[in-house]
């Protein structure tokens, strides 16, 4: 069964940094091209950064540069690292592979407030 754990979400400050983990599992992690996305109250869910086997990643316009991705494949675990955090990145983060795979995780909470 395809199981998603998101970790790593806190309340931080403005301009502060976090690092989300997200453990995968049921699936070939290591040849999946995995994404990183977010909800926000009332809002749709958005595509935030993307990890492709072989190294490749994209980046949504929101986050390039402050924003990383990455991949642990030996532990199936994607990571993001979020700096200059602001209150607009606010929401509950997931992970997927791509196509998606259900049930998504839990997601994790990340609240941006001074």
């Known amino acids: 069964q395809v199981r998603f754990v998101e970790s790593g979400g806190d309340l931080v400050q403005p301009g502060g940094s976090l690092r989300l983990s997200c453990e995968a599992s049921?699936?070939?992690?290591?040849?999946?091209?995995m994404t990183w996305y977010r909800q926000a109250p009332g809002k749709e869910r958005e595509a935030l950064a993307v990890?492709?086997?072989?190294?490749?990643?994209h980046y949504a316009d929101s986050v390039k540069g402050r924003f990383t991705i990455s991949r642990d494949d030996a532990k199936n675990t994607l990571y993001l690292q979020m700096n200059s955090l602001a209150p607009g990145d606010t929401a509950v983060y997931y992970c997927?592979?791509?196509?998606?795979?259900?049930?998504w995780g839990q997601g994790t909470q990340v609240t941006v407030s001074s």
């Open positions: 990890a492709i086997t072989g190294g490749r990643t």
């Open positions: 997927n592979a791509n196509p998606n795979y259900n049930p």
């Open positions: 049921g699936f070939a992690f290591s040849t999946s091209t």
